[in-house]
């Protein structure tokens, strides 16, 4: 249900979008009786708004001509996420950024008040996110592209370049888009390869629409498929380690991509693959809970090796 200020709003930005409109039909947009819409003109009326009402059987409300809205009012938190925002996407991997911002934040602090103004701008001015590893777009044409298709449920026709420089073409049903790693990437039912795949935006060269639509499956998280695909990847080892902890605390002390977690009675087990045992010995000597290997032998032995290296150092 509405909260009454809220429908307040609603009748202020219905008569700013149609200019005109009767009390007939903003009654029945909001779901009230004239009364109740009358209470609402009302209240308008009383915090500044300059409304005009027509009477009679074709009567109308229009707000008076060249009635300009007061500076834009945000809380402290909405004040705080919006500078954030805006920080944050310069560094998301967009194309042309940095003008966007700005030119973003312009045209909002034109309609701030001076306090707030300076809120958003000491944000702006002081604070850092670390998200180098994000990488400079060519352009958002596939970005905007896929993220409308995959609102609508509308199949494409993609064309994409490998790392390897071989070109291909698909129909492919975007379910979702996921940034991970400073990279974007598409995830979806491809029709080539008749199942889940992903693909990075970077990489697409092409996206066109098709006269065909697809019903996404209930809840699907492209960021988690996207983070499970890369710690299944088929690699040269094999790993299992058994953690002496709860779910929620390996989750926090190792990375998604490490591999997979399953809560058992003994702890959380791991399932991971790897090409470099010498680098998951690393990952496991950092964490501040006991394990045990069960595979592969050899990640006991690099282990070993790397407490040795440790043992050697603290000596020195």
């Given at each position: 249900m509405y909260h009454p200020t809220t429908r307040v709003l609603t009748v202020l930005e219905l008569l700013q979008t149609h200019g005109r409109m009767s009390g007939a039909e903003l009654a029945r947009r909001l779901q009230v009786d004239g009364r109740t819409l009358r209470r609402y003109i009302a209240r308008l009326e009383d915090?500044?708004?300059?409304?005009?009402?027509?009477?009679?059987?074709?009567?109308?409300?229009?707000?008076?001509?060249?009635?300009?809205?007061?500076?834009?009012?945000?809380?402290?938190?909405?004040?705080?996420?919006?500078?954030?925002?805006?920080?944050?996407?310069?560094?998301?991997?967009?194309?042309?950024?940095?003008?966007?911002?700005?030119?973003?934040?312009?045209?909002?602090?034109?309609?701030?008040?001076?306090?707030?103004?300076?809120?958003?701008?000491?944000?702006?001015?002081?604070?850092?996110?670390?998200?180098?590893?994000?990488?400079?777009?060519?352009?958002?044409?596939?970005?905007?592209?896929?993220?409308?298709?995959?609102?609508?449920?509308?199949?494409?026709?993609?064309?994409?370049?490998?790392?390897?420089?071989?070109?291909?073409e698909r129909a492919f049903d975007p379910y979702g888009l996921a940034y991970r790693g400073g990279r974007w990437y598409v995830v979806g039912h491809c029709h080539l390869r008749l199942g889940l795949r992903s693909f990075r935006l970077d990489r697409v060269t092409s996206v066109q629409p098709l006269p065909a639509s697809f019903a996404r499956p209930e809840g699907f998280d492209a960021l988690g498929h996207l983070t499970f695909s890369v710690a299944t990847l088929p690699r040269t080892h094999a790993v299992e380690v058994l953690l002496d902890t709860d779910l929620a605390s390996a989750r926090s002390a190792l990375f998604e991509a490490i591999g997979t977690f399953e809560q058992t009675d003994a702890g959380v087990l791991l399932h991971g693959r790897t090409d470099d045992l010498d680098w998951f010995a690393r990952e496991l000597a950092r964490l501040p809970f006991a394990f045990s290997i069960r595979q592969p032998t050899a990640l006991r032995t690099a282990l070993k090796a790397r407490a040795q290296r440790l043992l050697e150092n603290a000596k020195a």
């Open positions: 915090i500044g708004v300059p409304i005009t009402a027509d009477r009679g059987r074709h009567g109308a409300y229009s707000l008076v001509a060249g009635f300009k809205l007061p500076p834009m009012m945000f809380t402290d938190d909405e004040a705080l996420a919006l500078s954030v925002g805006l920080l944050a996407a310069r560094s998301l991997g967009l194309a042309e950024a940095q003008p966007a911002v700005a030119s973003a934040q312009a045209k909002l602090e034109r309609v701030m008040p001076a306090t707030l103004k300076r809120r958003v701008r000491a944000v702006d001015e002081t604070v850092t996110l670390d998200l180098t590893r994000a990488a400079p777009a060519g352009d958002n044409t596939a970005l905007v592209a896929l993220s409308a298709t995959a609102q609508a449920q509308q199949r494409v026709h993609l064309r994409y370049r490998s790392a390897q420089g071989e070109d291909s």
